[in-house]
């Protein structure tokens, strides 16, 4: 079964930086896609950022240029890099990692951290 700890969260004012972190525990798994998700209050749950096993990144556009994402393969690691937070992307924030077993049966797999706040104020 993976499990997902994320950490990181917290407030911060206008124009700040906060770094999200997010460790997979796979067992006999690998990870193929990583990426962030957040959800503010009354509404959907949307994607942020995403990283591919080539490390290949796609952004929202409201993130593009003031986020950044990363992956440590060796630590089965994700990380989310926030500069001139705007308190618009107040929300919580969920770690998603999709992968397959290594064992069989070979079976996917889409798991979700807890979520972590991150609160910008004005």
């Known amino acids: 079964q993976v499990q997902l700890v994320e950490s990181g969260g917290g407030l911060v004012q206008a124009g700040g930086s906060l770094r999200l972190s997010c460790t997979a525990s796979?067992?006999?798994?690998?990870?193929?896609?990583m990426g962030w998700y957040r959800q503010a209050p009354g509404k959907q749950r949307e994607l942020v950022a995403a990283i591919s096993s080539g490390a290949t990144t796609n952004y929202t556009d409201s993130v593009k240029g003031r986020f950044t994402i990363s992956r440590d393969n060796a630590k089965n690691a994700v990380y989310l890099q926030m500069n001139r937070l705007k308190p618009e992307d107040t929300a919580v924030y969920y770690c998603?990692?999709?992968?397959?077993?290594?064992?069989?049966?070979?079976?996917?797999?889409?798991?979700w951290g807890q979520g972590t706040q991150v609160t910008v104020s004005s």
């Open positions: 796979i067992g006999r798994a690998s990870i193929n896609a």
């Open positions: 998603n990692v999709q992968g397959r077993t290594t064992i069989w049966p070979i079976r996917s797999y889409d798991s």
